[in-house]
C-alpha cells in the first residue's frame, strides 16, 4: 500500500506541474463569495532563470502551424545556368538543406521546405507559420546567400570614402567564404557576460584564416552575405586555430541574427524569389474550432459510455483520461510540437487507444472474476494478461507513427511535414497513453476501488 501511496503522490504532482503548463497565458476566473461576484485572471508562470550565466526563458506558448496560425509560403527558384544537368538534383537538395538550417535557427513554427522540379525549373517551396511580415520573410529566406570574407583597403581612395556604398564596394575580396566557416554559435564572455558570435572553420579555411589574420593584425575583415555587410569585425591579433570570436556590445537577439547568417552559409547555387503569398487562419482557425467541438463530444459520450457501462471503474477510466489530455499537452509545449489539424487529428486517435487499453484491462478484470479469483488478485491478473493486447495493438501504431515520421528522411517514405505532424502527435499519444493506461489507471483502481461481488465462475 506504501509503495502505490507513493506513486499516486508523484502522478498528483507531475499532473498539478503540468495542469500550470498546460493551462492558458491568461484564464478568466468568476465565482460568488459573500454574495459577491468575484472576477479575477489567472495567468500561466513564465520560466525565467538564469544558468550558468545564461539567460533562460520559456513562456509554454503552445506552437500552431501554418494550417492553424497562417504565414508566409515562398517559391523560390534555383538558377542552374552554371550547374552541370548531373549536379543539379544534388545541389537543389543541398540548397534545400541551407535554407532548412536557416529556418530552424530562426525559430519558425514547423517549417515546411520542400524541392520541385518543374520542366527545367527547379524549385523549393517554403512555408513559413507565423511570418506575415514579407520583409522579415524576404530577409530570413535571402536571395543568394553567398557568404565571403573581405578585407578594409589599407589606403582607401577619397572617392571610396565618400559614401558608405563606395567604402563598402572597396572592401577587397580574401577567398575565404561560407564553404571554409564550419559552424558559429551564440556564446557570453566569461568575464563581461555579454554575448559573443564564435566562428569555427574547416581544415582548408584554418589556413586561409591563419594567411589572412597573420598578415593583417588591426585591419577590418568585414562578413559580407548578399554583397552586403553584416559585421565588421576587426583582426586584434593573429588566429591560428581556425577559432574566433566576433565581440562588439551585442544584444541577445542581434548575436542570434548574426548568427543564423554566419551558420546559413553559401548556397551552392544562386536562388531568387518567385512568388510570394500570405495565408490568413482563418479557415484554420474554423477548421480547429470544429476539431476541439467533435474532439469534446466525442470524448464527452465516451466518458459517459464509460461511466454507465463499467460504474465505478469507467470514473476511474475517466479521470486517467484527463490526466492523459493534461500530460499531453505539457509535453507538447515543453517538446516544441507544432500542431497542425492533421496533428489534432492523431490527438483525437490517441484518446480512442487511450480508452481502448483501459476496456481490455476491464473485460480480463471481468472474467478473472467470474473465474473466482479474488478481487485483488483478479485486477492484478486482469492488467498483466490484458497486457500482451496492449502492447501488439500499441507497438504496430508506433511502428506506424514512425515510417509517417520519416526520422531518417528516406527518400522512398513520406517527406510532407503535415504527415509528419500527424505521425508526432500520434507517437507522443500512445505512449503516453500507456502510461496513463498502465500506471495511472492501475494505481487509482489500488487505491478506490473496493471489492465488489464476484461474478459467478464459468463451469466447465
Given at each position: 500500500m506504501f509503495k502505490t501511496l507513493r506513486v499516486f503522490f508523484l502522478i498528483v504532482f507531475f499532473f498539478s506541474l503540468s495542469l500550470i503548463i498546460a493551462m492558458p497565458r491568461e484564464l478568466p476566473v468568476q465565482f460568488a463569495?459573500?454574495?459577491r461576484q468575484v472576477d479575477f485572471m489567472l495567468k500561466r508562470p513564465v520560466l525565467n532563470l538564469n544558468?550558468?550565466?545564461?539567460p533562460f526563458?520559456?513562456?509554454f506558448e503552445l506552437k500552431q502551424g501554418l494550417d492553424i496560425l497562417g504565414g508566409m509560403q515562398l517559391v523560390l527558384r534555383a538558377q542552374m545556368g552554371n550547374v552541370p544537368v548531373e549536379d543539379r538534383t544534388t545541389a537543389l537538395d543541398a540548397a534545400k538543406e541551407v535554407i532548412q538550417r536557416r529556418v530552424d535557427l530562426y525559430g519558425v513554427s514547423e517549417p515546411v521546405v520542400q524541392t520541385s522540379q518543374v520542366g527545367d525549373e527547379y524549385r523549393i517551396i517554403v512555408e513559413l507559420a507565423g511570418v506575415t511580415n514579407p520583409d522579415e520573410a524576404l530577409q530570413l529566406i535571402g536571395t543568394t546567400a553567398q557568404l565571403d570574407f573581405r578585407l578594409e583597403n589599407a589606403t582607401p581612395s577619397a572617392d571610396a570614402t565618400a559614401s558608405a556604398f563606395a567604402y563598402f564596394n572597396s572592401f577587397q575580396r580574401t577567398g575565404l567564404t561560407g564553404k571554409e566557416l564550419k559552424r558559429s554559435a551564440v556564446q557570453f564572455d566569461p568575464q563581461t557576460g555579454e554575448p559573443v558570435v564564435s566562428l569555427e572553420f574547416n581544415s582548408e579555411g584554418v589556413e586561409k584564416f591563419a594567411a589572412v589574420t597573420q598578415a593583417n593584425t588591426g585591419r577590418i575583415l568585414a562578413i559580407f552575405l548578399d554583397e552586403f555587410p553584416v559585421s565588421l569585425p576587426r583582426i586584434s591579433t593573429p588566429i591560428l586555430t581556425g577559432q574566433a570570436i566576433?565581440?562588439?556590445d551585442f544584444t541577445i537577439e542581434q548575436a542570434k541574427q548574426l548568427n543564423i547568417q554566419l551558420n546559413a552559409g553559401a548556397l551552392p547555387v544562386p536562388i531568387e524569389i518567385i512568388?510570394?503569398?500570405t495565408i490568413g487562419a482563418s479557415l484554420g482557425q474554423k477548421a480547429v474550432q470544429d476539431s476541439i467541438r467533435a474532439g469534446v463530444i466525442g470524448l464527452s459520450l465516451v466518458i459517459l459510455f464509460m461511466m454507465l457501462y463499467y460504474g465505478w471503474k469507467g470514473v476511474l477510466s475517466s479521470i486517467s483520461l484527463v490526466?492523459?489530455?493534461v500530460f499531453t499537452i505539457a509535453v507538447y509545449k515543453l517538446?516544441?510540437?507544432t500542431v497542425t489539424l492533421p496533428g489534432i487529428a492523431g490527438l483525437l486517435l490517441s484518446i480512442g487507444?487511450?480508452?481502448?487499453s483501459n476496456i481490455l484491462i476491464f473485460e480480463r478484470l471481468k472474467e478473472e472474476l467470474r473465474l473466482g479469483k479474488p478481487f485483488n488478485q483478479a485486477m492484478e491478473l486482469g492488467f498483466g494478461r490484458a497486457w500482451d493486447s496492449i502492447k501488439d495493438a500499441n507497438v504496430v501504431t508506433i511502428f506506424t507513427a514512425l515510417i509517417l515520421i520519416n526520422p531518417l528522411d528516406l527518400s522512398f517514405l513520406n517527406r510532407s511535414g503535415l504527415v509528419k505532424g500527424f505521425g508526432v502527435t500520434l507517437l507522443i499519444g500512445v505512449v503516453i497513453s500507456l502510461f496513463t493506461g498502465l500506471v495511472v489507471t492501475r494505481t487509482l483502481m489500488r487505491l478506490f476501488l473496493k471489492e465488489t461481488s464476484p461474478e459467478k465462475p464459468s463451469k466447465a
Open positions: 463569495l459573500a454574495g544558468l550558468f550565466g545564461r526563458q520559456r513562456d566576433i565581440s562588439g512568388e510570394q503569398r490526466v492523459y489530455a517538446l516544441g510540437i487507444m487511450a480508452v481502448d
